[in-house]
């Protein structure tokens, strides 16, 4: 039995449930208490939620929320979900992990912007620290389009990695442990900053380096990992710490993201 809940009444997803309910926003004071009542009301189970606000308003009050409901909610830590969030603090955490990464700078950092270019040349890439859907994404061909960043350090920018072609969607699956369960690896086409053409692949390379991200970062559940082929070699740019928007399309070749999800319960 499916229960939804969005904050838009014209959400689908609402009328392919069982039960339906309107959500405050997860930034709103009485967003916690909504979700502790509802589970409550409808005896929620699990809670399966691939929006990051929900996820970190929910970790950040697991504790309160496990105290007055039986419902189960799987989730990394705020940290790893920290770190997801921001792709600055992703390229670092590549970086120290000894893992490949993109050369980055944040744009505020002008000797750091210096060097980059020096390094990597023309074209770079710009991006919003914590935007989504490759909103505000945009290329940087000359030294002219760094006025388009004004100095904000809202921004990271990064070499440019390979080409649209050699970009791929990973799903990862880890159990209670941070254990890798499964992986699949999906070559894929993007239409404003979502998905709609996947390919599922066999590729040596990039499954050892999945391997390698999820033994350093340990997720609890879901890991969705984006990644291109710069020179042959695969490099990560991004860490979805939650459901994919490709859950569907996985789910229809046999990896389920809420089946695996079991891997990652303690039942005890």
């Known amino acids: 039995r499916i229960v939804g809940a969005c904050i838009d009444k014209d959400s689908l997803g609402l009328y392919m449930s069982d039960a339906a309910y309107i959500s405050p926003l997860a930034n709103e004071p009485n967003f916690i208490d909504w979700l502790i009542e509802l589970c409550n009301k409808e005896k929620i189970d699990i809670i399966f939620t691939g929006v990051e606000e929900n996820i970190f308003a929910i970790q950040k009050n697991i504790e309160k929320i496990k105290s007055r409901v039986k419902s189960i909610f799987i989730s990394s830590s705020v940290d790893q979900l920290s770190i997801g969030n921001d792709k600055y603090e992703t390229c670092k955490w590549l970086e120290r992990e000894g893992l490949n990464f993109p050369k980055y700078s944040l744009a505020s950092d002008n000797d750091s912007l210096s060097k980059l270019v020096k390094e990597c040349g023309f074209p770079l890439i710009a991006k919003p620290r914590n935007g989504k859907g490759s909103n505000g994404i945009f290329k940087i061909e000359n030294w002219d389009d760094f006025k388009l960043l004004n100095n904000t350090s809202d921004y990271i920018v990064q070499e440019y ?3 649209e072609e050699s970009e791929y969607t990973i799903g990862c699956y880890c159990n209670k442990h941070g254990e890798l369960v499964d992986v699949i690896i999906m070559k894929r086409k993007l239409k404003y900053g979502t998905t709609f053409m996947a390919e599922i692949v066999e590729d040596a390379s990039i499954y050892e380096e999945v391997t390698r991200i999820c033994r350093q970062f340990s997720p609890k559940g879901p890991l969705n990992i984006q990644l291109r082929k710069h020179n042959n070699i695969p490099v990560c740019f991004e860490l979805n710490v939650r459901f994919s928007g490709t ?11 809420i089946e695996a999800i079991k891997e990652a319960i303690d039942f005890s």
């Open 247 to 257: 859950t569907p399309m996985r789910a229809k070749w046999g990896y389920n993201d």
């Open 161 to 163: 990695l390979g080409d």
